[in-house]
């Protein structure tokens, strides 16, 4: 039960992590994609 417990809170959290971090890094893209257009005009 403690296992099968850990594997579904990794299987939940890996995941998750996976995309908050690539939602980070868009949005750091994002922004710092705008203020450079920004700055450039």
Known sequence: M????????????IPLLYISFHVVLREVFMNSHMNCMGLGL
Not at 4 to 13: A, E, F
């Open 2 to 13: 403690k296992v099968d417990g850990v594997m579904l809170r990794g299987s939940i959290t």
